[in-house]
Structures are given as structure tokens and as C-alpha cells.
């Protein structure tokens, strides 16, 4: 079984301000874990992607996040925000020698502030 | 180089009709993931094909089909619509198994 928790459904930052977007997993195997972003009316576009290499993933647009298993998390950051940024992000998890069938948090709105 | 291609955009139905919605995956591809979005949640997965057979199924009525074509498109057929059955519906392209998935821009459904 294996299941994502995103928890904060909005999350508001001033332009020019760190972003911290939190996600728990769980899993019964070893874990896939990835980003995605999702502007208004617009299809989802992955931002990065955890395999079991580095720890540290570095995405697109300035994103990373950090795996750390002792804490079954999986945060995105960037260091500074920019009124693109603004949009609904989701975490994923997809499970080796699991189902592989990728599940899906509730999702986190970023509001930017100018 | 095409990604995943949903068809059409933008659906109207009646309470009671049928709708096929059609995918298809980037090539190369071998799976499609079908994922229904409802307004301000996140995608629920229905279905998941590799190589044309059934993998996985979530947990939704009978109402919803899904077949994967030898190309390895894919369509997803409602019957019965319910007007809980708007959403936006969305296609996931994988290469293999565990890989991320790359997702088109969605079929909107909306049930009158």
C-alpha cells in the first residue's frame, strides 16, 4: 500500500521569498517520488523525480527537493519564489515492487504575493 | 517529437449518455494511466494498461471502461453519465513501469 500526504493545502510566499512545500509518503517498498506542477487550466508537468540515486533532486525552474527516508519526506524548495511559480503542485509516489501505479496528493496551492 | 494527445478538449453530456475519451501515449510509450481530476482535488487514478492488459484499476463504479489498442493508445468509456462525473480526465504516457509519466492537457467533461 502506499499513500501521500501534502501537508498544506495553500501555502502563500511573497515574490522574491524561500518556497517550502511539504510532503510525508508512505510505502511498503522502496519508493518512486515526484513533483508536478499544474498551472490553471493546464495539464500536469513534472518538476522532478526521486529513483533511489542522490538523495537531493534538482528540477526544472530552480526546484529541488530532499528524500529522506528516516522521515518518509520528500519537500520541495527553491530559494527564492517568482509570480510564475504561482500554481497547484502535487506529490506523487510510485512504488517499486508494488502496484507501480502512480498516487497522487490532494495537492498544495502556491500563492505568490507581489 | 508529439506528447500525449488527449481527445476532444472539451466534452458536454447529458445525465445518462455515453462518452469515449481518447489518449494517445508518446511513442515508445507502453502504459497509460487514466486519472479523473475533480475541481480543487487532486487526480484520482481509474485505470492502468501496459502492453494492453490491465494492471490496475481504482476504485470507481463499473460505469468506467478502458481499453488499450495494440498502437498502445487507450480510450476510457463512461456509461450512465452522473452529473459527478465532471471532471477533468487525464492521461498518463509511462515508458516502463515505474518511470515518471508525462500527462496531456486533459479532456474536460462536463454533465448536464
Known amino acids: 500500500a502506499q499513500s501521500v500526504t501534502q501537508l498544506d493545502s495553500h501555502v502563500s510566499v511573497s515574490e522574491g521569498t524561500p518556497v517550502l512545500l511539504r510532503c510525508n509518503y508512505s510505502s511498503s517498498y522502496s519508493p518512486s517520488l515526484f513533483w508536478y506542477v499544474q498551472h490553471p487550466n493546464k495539464g500536469l508537468q513534472l518538476l522532478l523525480k526521486y529513483t533511489s540515486a542522490a538523495t537531493l533532486v534538482k528540477g526544472i525552474n530552480g526546484f529541488e527537493a530532499e528524500f529522506k527516508k528516516s522521515e518518509t519526506s520528500f519537500h520541495l524548495t527553491k530559494p527564492s519564489a517568482h509570480m510564475s511559480d504561482a500554481a497547484e503542485y502535487f506529490c506523487?509516489?510510485?512504488?517499486?515492487?508494488?502496484?507501480?501505479?502512480?498516487?497522487f496528493g490532494r495537492g498544495t496551492s502556491l500563492i505568490v504575493h507581489p | 517529437d508529439a506528447g500525449v494527445t488527449q481527445s476532444p478538449t472539451h466534452l458536454i453530456k447529458t445525465r445518462g449518455q455515453h462518452v469515449t475519451l481518447r489518449c494517445s501515449p508518446i511513442?515508445?510509450?507502453?502504459?497509460v494511466s487514466w486519472y479523473q481530476q475533480v475541481l480543487g482535488q487532486g487526480p484520482q487514478f481509474i485505470f492502468q494498461?501496459?502492453?494492453?492488459?490491465?494492471?490496475g484499476r481504482g476504485n470507481f463504479p463499473d460505469r468506467f471502461s478502458a481499453r488499450q489498442f495494440p498502437n498502445y493508445s487507450s480510450e476510457l468509456n463512461v456509461n450512465a453519465l452522473l452529473l459527478g462525473d465532471s471532471a477533468l480526465y487525464l492521461c498518463a504516457s509511462i515508458q516502463n513501469l515505474n518511470t515518471e509519466a508525462f500527462f496531456g492537457q486533459g479532456t474536460r467533461l462536463t454533465v448536464v
Open positions: 506523487v509516489v510510485s512504488s517499486t515492487g508494488g502496484s507501480y501505479i502512480p498516487t
Open positions: 494498461y501496459y502492453e494492453k492488459e490491465e494492471r
Open positions: 511513442s515508445g510509450h507502453k502504459s
